[in-house]
């Protein structure tokens, strides 16, 4: 069995599950973590973190925000040995490129969104990603749209893989609904890319239509006031329940008492973008019809009118008519969420996931002998 050494600057974030199935199913390899801070989802899995300490937390902070290799990283990396280092995020990648370097060990960067849409775009990072370019032995893209703009910052084509995530279905089971009476669910961290104003505004433009339907949104973030705000202001608010964040597994269990899944995400002023949301393919696992945009990845999930559907970024209306049309019944739904779960169960499952980012790793083992 080989070792991977999974890296992360806040192993791991509430919201990176899709990080957490990789390291807790692998086969072939026995996976550790190195890490700056340990935050969540560490049970059962070697991490290895900066000692909180006076002289260790001096020390290496100042190499953290200096961007230098941090001492204790380098000494825990020769006392591992990992076969691979498998660094997550592009801003955290370049924080390790030079240590594999130093140690001979191959760095293999996987990508999730706004690391490539957004972070290029700030000061020094397009000469930081050409230096990771060269250096990494592996990249993972995590859709056909993410690697073009991979391609497009200098990464060559031959070293980057598609490889989508993949769910655990065995807690997303799919629930039969009736579709007899609809409300709308939506989940994710309340920000400009995931467009939520756009959503609230189909809403009040359903209500002006005599049409009132119930929305629940999960999650946190700057845009909280703002959103309800909107709410009120748009004569919705008593529609909108905002439930904050949660864990998600009452997003997963909220799907059972809802009839359609709305995620309006659009590209943000700074250029940040998704990658492809998790929310959207646990709903599609789930049963729940699902409402998107034509951005990033999503239309590699979705095809539209069989397996959910997809209206232009910022189009109200669309969201709206889409809805109406829904409510009119023109279309299936009970056709659309079955279609929608074969295709996750073909694309998108953990164990496929895992088999393929660990064929990477073979590959480079390979290849750097």
Same mark, same amino acid.
């Given at each position: 069995?080989?070792?991977?050494?999974?890296?992360?600057?806040?192993?791991?974030?509430?919201?990176?599950?899709?990080?957490?199935?990789?390291? @807790?199913?692998?086969?072939?390899?026995?996976?550790?973590?190195?890490?700056?801070?340990?935050?969540?989802?560490?049970?059962?899995?070697?991490?290895?973190?900066?000692?909180?300490?006076?002289?260790?937390?001096?020390?290496?902070?100042?190499?953290?925000?200096?961007?230098?290799?941090?001492?204790?990283?380098?000494?825990?990396?020769?006392?591992?040995?990992?076969?691979?280092?498998?660094?997550?995020?592009?801003?955290?990648?370049?924080?390790?490129?030079?240590?594999?370097?130093?140690?001979?060990?191959?760095?293999?960067?996987?990508?999730?969104?706004?690391?490539? @849409?957004?972070?290029?775009?700030?000061?020094?990072?397009?000469?930081?990603?050409?230096?990771?370019?060269?250096?990494?032995?592996?990249?993972?893209?995590? @859709?056909?749209?993410?690697?073009?703009?991979?391609?497009?910052?200098?990464?060559?084509?031959?070293?980057?893989?598609?490889?989508?995530?993949?769910?655990?279905?065995?807690?997303?089971?799919?629930?039969?609904?009736?579709?007899?009476?609809?409300?709308?669910?939506?989940?994710?961290?309340?920000?400009?890319?995931?467009?939520?104003?756009?959503?609230?505004?189909?809403?009040?433009?359903?209500?002006?239509?005599?049409?009132?339907?119930?929305?629940?949104?999960?999650?946190?973030?700057?845009?909280? @006031?703002?959103?309800?705000?909107?709410?009120?202001?748009?004569?919705?608010?008593?529609?909108?329940?905002?439930?904050?964040?949660?864990?998600?597994?009452?997003?997963?269990?909220?799907?059972?008492?809802?009839?359609?899944?709305?995620?309006?995400?659009?590209?943000?002023?700074?250029?940040?973008?998704?990658?492809?949301?998790?929310?959207?393919?646990?709903?599609?696992?789930?049963?729940?019809?699902?409402?998107?945009?034509?951005?990033?990845?999503?239309?590699?999930?979705?095809?539209?009118?069989?397996?959910?559907?997809?209206?232009?970024?910022?189009?109200?209306?669309?969201?709206?008519?889409?809805?109406?049309?829904?409510?009119?019944?023109?279309?299936?739904?009970?056709?659309?969420?079955?279609?929608?779960?074969?295709?996750?169960?073909?694309?998108?499952?953990?164990?496929?996931?895992?088999?393929?980012?660990?064929?990477?790793?073979?590959?480079?083992?390979?290849?750097?002998?």
């Amino acid at each position: 069995m080989g070792s991977v050494l999974h890296y992360k600057t806040n192993f791991l974030n509430r919201s990176e599950t899709f990080i957490h199935r990789l390291v @807790s199913n692998h086969q072939r390899y026995e996976p550790a973590a190195l890490c700056y801070k340990k935050l969540h989802f560490c049970d059962g899995l070697p991490v290895h973190e900066v000692p909180d300490t006076f002289y260790q937390k001096t020390v290496n902070s100042a190499a953290f925000h200096l961007n230098r290799p941090l001492p204790f990283y380098k000494k825990t990396v020769r006392e591992q040995k990992p076969d691979i280092i498998h660094a997550h995020f592009g801003y955290d990648a370049y924080k390790m490129f030079a240590i594999a370097r130093a140690e001979v060990i191959p760095l293999v960067v996987s990508f999730y969104g706004s690391d490539v @849409s957004r972070l290029p775009g700030e000061f020094g990072w397009k000469k930081r990603y050409k230096k990771l370019a060269h250096c990494g032995a592996r990249f993972i893209a995590a @859709s056909d749209f993410m690697k073009r703009q991979l391609i497009s910052l200098g990464f060559p084509s031959e070293k980057i893989s598609v490889i989508h995530f993949g769910l655990d279905l065995e807690l997303l089971p799919y629930q039969t609904k009736a579709f007899s009476k609809l409300n709308i669910l939506m989940a994710g961290r309340l920000v400009e890319k995931k467009g939520f104003e756009y959503a609230l505004q189909a809403v009040a433009l359903l209500k002006l239509k005599g049409v009132e339907l119930p929305v629940t949104l999960f999650g946190d973030g700057p845009l909280l @006031s703002t959103l309800k705000t909107l709410a009120k202001r748009s004569g919705i608010d008593s529609q909108i329940t905002f439930k904050g964040f949660q864990p998600v597994e009452e997003i997963v269990n909220a799907h059972k008492n809802h009839s359609l899944f709305l995620a309006p995400s659009v590209t943000a002023t700074d250029g940040d973008m998704e990658g492809l949301p998790n929310t959207i393919l646990e709903a599609m696992a789930s049963g729940t019809p699902v409402i998107a945009t034509k951005h990033a990845a999503i239309p590699e999930a979705i095809t539209h009118q069989k397996s959910g559907f997809l209206v232009d970024e910022r189009d109200t209306e669309g969201i709206a008519n889409t809805i109406s049309e829904i409510i009119r019944g023109s279309h299936d739904l009970t056709k659309i969420a079955e279609y929608a779960r074969l295709e996750i169960e073909k694309n998108f499952v953990i164990k496929k996931m895992v088999n393929q980012v660990e064929d990477v790793y073979d590959r480079v083992k390979r290849e750097w002998v």
